[in-house]
């Protein structure tokens, strides 16, 4: 049996991919993980309310409540410790994740991003800017990436896509709308295959038995 997923969810804002995780898990269709801990960088995220309704701890953890980057570094490894966090979510967290936690959690910490890696990626591709380039360079397809964190952005080994199509009538908003919905058919379809076993790592690789 797979080492059972204790998850750690990060999220900025709505929260919309958190709460698919969450009900996937609910829904029993996700075994073998539940979710201890959402973490914000944000009191007001729409995550920490879900979290609560749910009775999974919500901590807001900022680096503007610490003094310096180590005491924040700190701060964070002991909420992961404190929920024994075995395996890191980052659902629309809008911050860098120290070295040292993706160091400690190699392979263990995703993300999704609204384009198809390595397209569309890295600083400044994030929220509605992913939509309006793709739109601008009348790419036909578009779609979500599920991947692994490693110290760059957008940058770790691929673990899931879908595609989307773009018509000619798509502005940013309505393909926002699209990928968000693939997004929450991805990312808990991503976490079910970690949780049994399925995801393995070769030559820098995800590979996926299914
Ligand atoms: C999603 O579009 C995701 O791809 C990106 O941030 C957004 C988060 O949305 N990383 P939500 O907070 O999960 O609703």
């Not at 995220?45 to 700190?74: C, V, W």
């Not at 992961?80 to 979510?89: A, C, D, G, S």
């Not at 990626?121 to 779609?143: L, N």
Request: no cysteine.
């Amino acid at each position: 049996m797979p080492e059972f997923l204790n998850i750690g969810i990060f999220a900025s804002g709505r929260g919309s991919n958190f709460r698919a995780i969450l009900g996937s898990i609910k829904a029993g269709k996700t075994k073998n993980a539940r979710i201890t801990l959402v973490i914000s960088n944000n009191s007001g995220a729409g995550a920490l309310q879900t979290a609560r309704e749910n009775s999974i701890p919500a901590l807001h953890i900022s680096r503007m409540q610490f003094t310096s980057d180590d005491d924040y570094t700190k701060a964070l490894f002991n909420a992961l410790e404190n929920h024994e966090v075995n395996f890191i979510v980052l659902a629309g967290y809008m911050k860098k994740i120290d070295p040292r936690i993706v160091r400690k959690f190699k392979n263990r910490i995703l993300n999704i991003h609204p384009a198809l890696l390595p397209k569309y990626g890295g600083d400044g591709m994030f929220g509605r800017h992913v939509h309006e380039a793709v739109i601008a360079s009348h790419d036909p397809v578009s779609g979500a990436t599920v991947h692994i964190v490693d110290e760059e952005y957008d940058h770790g080994s691929i673990v899931l896509q879908k595609k989307v199509p773009v018509g000619p009538a798509d502005t940013a908003e309505s393909l926002a709308e699209k990928v968000l919905a693939i997004e929450h058919q991805l990312y808990p379809e991503a976490i079910r295959l970690f949780a049994e076993g399925k995801v393995t790592f070769k030559n820098g690789k995800t590979e996926i038995s299914r």
